[in-house]
Nanobody, 112 residues
């Protein structure tokens, strides 16, 4: 059984930064794919960023150049550094492993 717990969300002004953390517990392998999704009110959940076992990363176009995903395999953590935040980044952000396991989400609100 794998459990994912997110932290680091909050309210920030446009242009600000947040760092989201996701800690995994249970049997998680180093070959697993980890990622962050988000869901804004009234919208479908979308993939924000993903990191593959070898370190390759992918981002949704709106996040490129502003967000950085990283992982600490030893600590079973995946991080999402978000800079230059915009109001349209407001959403609940979910940690994901292998497109199968999900965290409960953390709220990110960007507003002045």
């Amino acid at each position: 059984q794998v459990q994912l717990v997110e932290s680091g969300g909050g309210l920030v002004q446009p242009g600000g930064s947040l760092r989201l953390s996701c800690t995994a517990s249970g049997s998680i392998g180093s070959s697993w794919v980890m990622g962050w999704y988000r869901q804004a009110p009234g919208k479908q959940r979308e993939l924000v960023a993903r990191i593959y076992p070898g370190g390759t990363t992918t981002y949704v176009d709106s996040a490129k150049g502003r967000f950085t995903i990283s992982r600490d395999k030893a600590k079973k953590m995946v991080l999402l550094q978000m800079n230059s935040l915009k109001p349209e980044d407001t959403a609940v952000y979910y940690c994901n492993v292998n497109d199968y396991f999900w965290g409960r989400g953390t709220q990110v609100s960007v507003s002045s």
